[in-house]
């Protein structure tokens, strides 16, 4: 007998013999037109007892089993979810310890749910099953009214307009009542029909992304389907699947908020969109469309300045380094460069570096392209090149403009960097990014650019390159055995290898079954020591420029790893992903 379409909760109690193909079917024919869970669904058939069902999702999600008898909820914590998602969702929250919320839930599978109540009250969850008639009996007994628990909350977007939270399958499902919008309708009706479900529906997706510590939204539609992913900590991951029909109606409210033109679709746009959550935290997005053959695609960075870490004792430079790199920064004038791949977190160091330099009697002047974060007190400059305002124009703009510091988002031709490396002979300060694979890599990349090995040699006074890596979640990391073999050919001395012991995650429901939580950047920085200014004179590649800098010191980007993997922060893995030896 065919049990084709079966959920995993149905084929995992099949697999175990606690109910019958038969009764699957059956209870899979009911669930097609009462939509309800699979469990709730057997349990009224009588096919299954609650004690199974509850052991049986406990095992399967890997989750404990809480027991809500006579327990008595505290008030503060009641107030954190609102009445109406409590009753849906049949969720109950226990206790709150830190950061971290115990929930009790009736079906652990609803993923939806669980989000949902990270980012309604900000909390890390750790997630219990329980009884479905528990969890009623639990509701019936604490909560006495609506009112003793509502709770809304809102955001504020550029336009002025405050719009409520709801649970996104609720939003979903408004939209998909009220919403009947296809690629034949035209632009006219599509903004008729941008309302409240839709608005809520965006503000969400929005919301979740923002509370998940994700740093970029992608909106991507396919022939079947509208695809919602989120970029946290480096990895995209998919959180929603949308019907491909209300594709055009969310892609125009997402343009609507950016000030782009809804009409024009043939043609990639730039916009930003300004959050305000509470009355203190801003948020900048940064949207971007690009038309595919299924339609436009979405992609939007978030960037919020209360998450910006601006303290570089922070952000993985280990202590020598970190020295090295607070000595060249304190310097009157000269080059500093920060390389590494797009997304390797430079833009942050050159941040930190530039708020610590940050004084009134200094004057900071900036190219970016785009101005990611705005700072007072800094002068920033917003790169536009269809109009001829490029960094190098910027640059000799800046010149006329009586600085102290410079900082250029990104060197990318002769000029740019001709006119930097000028200005950092002529008594300025000058910070800046290039995309290379290592701190060496960089001096050999200005000579190939054009510029003179005896200019390189006399302006540059420091590089740091660097990647960004996963760390371990700290509330599911194990002790991970390697040979010793293996962490030699790593990079350990073999006098370390007897006493290191190395951790990975195991994935928890804190960090979304990924073992990871957050990230931290290694360093490799090189400071442009006298024999290594006379190694660029006589032409060294970049191999023995490198060799060079080790014997000086320099700690390389595997060797920060290394470092890192000693201290119990990030797993092997990651190191061997973002780094490599020659």
Do not use: W
């Not at 929250?93 to 009790?104: D, F, Q, R, T, V």
């Not at 370390?496 to 360093?523: E, H, M, S």
């Amino acid at each position: 007998m065919s049990v084709v379409g079966a959920s995993p909760l149905g084929l995992f109690l099949l697999k175990n013999k606690i109910i019958t193909d038969a009764q699957l079917l059956e209870a899979m024919q009911i669930q097609k037109k009462e939509r309800k869970s699979l469990g709730h669904i057997l349990l009224k058939l009588g096919f299954i007892t609650e004690e199974k069902l509850t052991a049986a999702l406990s095992t399967q999600h890997q989750s404990p089993i809480a027991d809500l008898k006579g327990i008595k909820l505290d008030p503060t914590i009641m107030k954190l979810i609102p009445y109406e998602f409590i009753v849906k969702n049949q969720i109950i929250p226990i206790s709150k310890n830190g950061e971290y919320l115990k929930i009790a839930i009736a079906d652990p599978s609803n993923k939806f749910a669980i989000e949902d109540v990270k980012f309604l009250t900000g909390l890390d969850v750790s997630v219990y099953v329980a009884a479905e008639s528990e969890i009623i009996d639990t509701i019936e007994r604490n909560y006495q009214t609506k009112d003793q628990i509502t709770q809304s909350y809102k955001i504020k977007s550029q336009e002025g307009d405050f719009l409520e939270h709801e649970n996104i399958s609720k939003a979903i499902d408004n939209a998909l009542g009220e919403l009947d919008v296809d690629d034949k309708k035209e632009d006219e009706d599509v903004i008729r029909q941008i309302d409240a479900p839709i608005i809520r529906l965006v503000n969400n997706i929005f919301l979740n992304a923002i509370n998940s510590r994700a740093s970029d939204i992608h909106v991507e539609p396919s022939e079947m389907d509208l695809i919602v992913r989120y970029r946290i900590d480096g990895i995209l991951s998919s959180v929603l699947k949308l019907p491909v029909k209300i594709k055009n109606a969310l892609i125009s409210r997402i343009k609507i908020m950016s000030n782009l033109d809804i009409s024009e679709r043939r043609l990639p746009q730039d916009g930003r969109i300004k959050l305000k959550i509470g009355e203190k935290r801003k948020i900048d997005l940064r949207v971007s469309t690009l038309p595919t053959i299924f339609g436009e695609k979405v992609v939007i960075r978030i960037l919020d300045k209360s998450t910006l870490q601006l303290d570089l004792t922070k952000l993985g430079f280990e202590e020598k380094p970190l020295n090295d790199f607070l000595t060249a920064i304190e310097r009157p004038y000269g080059m500093i460069l920060v390389t590494g791949p797009t997304g390797s977190g430079k833009t942050t160091t050159l941040y930190s570096a530039l708020s610590r330099l940050n004084k009134p009697e200094v004057n900071i002047m900036t190219a970016e392209d785009p101005v990611e974060y705005n700072f007072a007190g800094i002068n920033q400059v917003q790169i536009k090149e269809e109009i001829g305002l490029t960094f190098a124009s910027a640059l000799r703009s800046f010149l006329r403009q009586d600085p102290d510091i410079m900082m250029v988002g990104e060197i990318r031709d002769f000029e740019t960097a001709e006119i930097a490396v000028k200005a950092a002979l002529t008594g300025h300060l000058v910070l800046s990014t290039l995309h290379t694979n290592d701190a060496p890599t960089t001096i050999t990349r200005l000579v190939n650019m054009g510029i003179e090995p005896f200019l390189v040699s006399s302006s540059v006074i420091l590089v740091a390159a660097q990647r960004l890596i996963r760390m371990i979640c700290p509330n599911c990391k194990i002790e991970h055995k390697l040979p010793e073999a293996t962490l030699i050919n790593i990079g350990f001395k073999p006098e370390d290898t007897k006493n290191i012991t190395c951790y990975i995650g195991k994935g928890c429901q804190l960090c979304n079954k990924t073992g990871y939580k957050g990230r931290i950047a290694l360093y490799e920085v090189m400071t442009m020591k006298e024999e290594l200014k006379e190694l660029v004179l006589q032409g060294a590649n970049a191999l023995e420029i490198k060799r060079e800098a080790v014997r000086l010191g320099m700690i390389t980007l595997r060797q920060s790893g290394i470092d890192k993997i000693k201290e119990g922060i990030v797993s092997v893995q990651e190191v061997l992903r973002a780094t490599f030896e020659d």
